[in-house]
């Protein structure tokens, strides 16, 4: 396929170094080079099949603006921007376009959040939760998008919304923490990333995923198929 990466960042340095191991095509666009996504252009976009966004939560609605007017498909792994999701939702659906977009694009992590799932019930035994999440110090956001995904699942199966409290420091690549505390016991759960390789990772899967597809879609629902 063609892709094109949005962001030379960490991530998007490693999405395309993980793209071209799995003989791809690609071609990069940092920051400077698309500010206010002046660079997506239809000749730009033309001979593209899937755009892989890892920029900033500043930059997602203009980016995505711009591949909607040229109906492309697009993955995006930057959080932070889920205020205009509904919006955004509302457009793919009416440009027929494929969206595939996610709080954590590491299988791990998904793997983790179904232990959050089953966990959760702790609350209503007695147990008061906390999520600590712990990221690099350049990192934009706070909570992180995976973080309020945890609170979300919290919530949802038990009705109570747990406080986040954010670590911003050094270069922490990602750690979560969910923890329940009782008089008699504590429960800790933890996905601690050693490298974004695996963001990478599936975020290129899930670009090759979503190259047939039509559709607004949330990587926690897609992770079993690829």
Known sequence: MNLLILGRGKTGSLVEEVAKARRHHVRVLGGRENKDACALTPECLRDIDVVIDFTTPSAVPGNVAACLREHKQMVVGTT??????????????????????????????NLFLEAVRASAEAHRHGYFGQIFERHHQDKKDAPSGTALVLQKIVKEQCGTELEITSFREGDVVGMHELVFDSPNDRIYLCHDAKSRRGYAEGAVLGAEWLATKKGFFEFKDIWREL
């Open 80 to 109: 932070g921007w889920h205020k205009e999701m509904p919006d955004i939702r509302s457009r793919v659906e009416k440009a027929g376009t494929g969206f595939l977009w996610g709080a954590n694009f590491s299988i791990g992590v």
